[in-house]
């Protein structure tokens, strides 16, 4: 079995500048392998990220960072190929400084969204806490470990080492995950911990933290609408089942340092009419506040009834 690697994040995320066709600046980009018919949205969501980050001088002294972003999936996206990010510079004040960036592929907008930019300033501190009834990460099983020896639904051999080690993070489940049956039970609420499975390379172009900013956006498309599933009894293997996301938004409250355990709190909001709704939150091992996810996705699925199985 291949050592899984934190590499794919990194290589997502590394951008080449190109002559801008729309608006200010324009980037290129490559989506990573996955084992469905398009690519993940994280890819999306970090790549616009970091095209924007570029723009903007980073945090310092007279610099900025990001602080949220806010996102529109319009069309599925090829799987390793190339998608040209143009960004437009709505505004740069003292303070704020603010993007719009749009995905282009196959000569067609695929993604949009804002983007904006803080200097910080002295204030006021308060977060939410962090859940203190959630198992250490060192309890719990790897994916790996989980799914070794299980098989079942859709699940390939291709789906199966890409859930094992593919995503450049190891994703330990509280009460359990979701691949190919629903581990813990049917409520809405469950928690991640993610850590890269190894340290981050350096990517060209960008600082520590704007590195980790977008590596933090990469990774958290990957289980936010796992809540919605859960609540009704569905798993990621169940035939007939198609899920899409629709929009997205992140805020960036702190600093984030990927180089240890997140935990990824997360609670289904709605379901209805074809679409969920969950929120996220990703706490440090300390118990800080450092980003908060909402994302709404299409759950589409064969089932009948999706109030849950008997």
């Known amino acids: 079995m291949t050592t899984p690697t934190s590499q794919t994040v990194t290589d997502a995320i590394a951008l080449t500048e190109c002559e801008a066709e729309v608006f200010d600046r324009a980037f290129t980009a490559t989506t990573q392998p996955c084992p469905w018919p398009k690519a993940y949205g994280g890819d999306m969501v970090a790549q616009a990220l970091v095209a924007a980050s570029l723009t903007v001088p980073a945090s310092g002294t007279g610099g900025k960072s990001m602080h949220s972003m806010h996102s529109y999936f319009m069309r599925p996206v090829d799987i390793g190929a190339e998608v ?18 749009r995905g282009f592929q196959n000569g067609k907008p695929v993604y949009v969204c ?6 910080g300033e002295p204030s006021g501190s308060f977060a939410a806490t962090m859940p203190t009834d959630v198992p250490a990460p060192d309890s719990l099983p790897t994916s ?63 600082t520590r933290e704007q590195r980790d900013t977008a590596a933090l956006a990469y990774v958290c498309d990957y289980t936010i609408l796992e809540p919605t599933l859960r609540v009704l009894g569905l798993a990621w293997a169940d035939e007939g089942l198609v899920t899409a996301s629709l929009d997205h938004a992140m805020w960036f409250h702190r600093p984030v340092v990927l180089d240890d355990w997140l935990l ?12 969920g709704s969950a929120v996220g939150h990703f706490f440090t091992t300390a ?24």
């Open 287 to 310: 118990g800080e506040l450092v980003a908060t996810v909402v994302q709404e996705g299409m759950l589409r699925t064969a089932v009948p009834d999706q109030g849950g199985r008997s």
């Open 144 to 206: 790996a470990g989980y799914l070794h020896e299980r098989s079942g639904g859709t699940m390939t051999e291709t789906s199966k080492a890409y859930w094992s080690g593919g995503r450049s993070f190891d994703m330990r489940h509280v009460p359990g995950p979701v691949y190919l049956e629903v581990e813990g039970g049917q409520s809405p609420q469950q928690a991640v911990w993610v850590k890269p499975y190894d340290a981050l390379r350096e990517v060209a172009g960008l």
């Open 264 to 275: 990824y709190a997360q609670e289904a909001w709605s379901v209805q009419d074809g679409r």
């Open 114 to 119: 804002l983007a904006s930019f803080a200097a």
């Open 84 to 101: 040209r990010y143009e960004v437009e510079v709505l505004r740069d004040g003292r303070g704020y400084s603010t993007r719009q960036v």
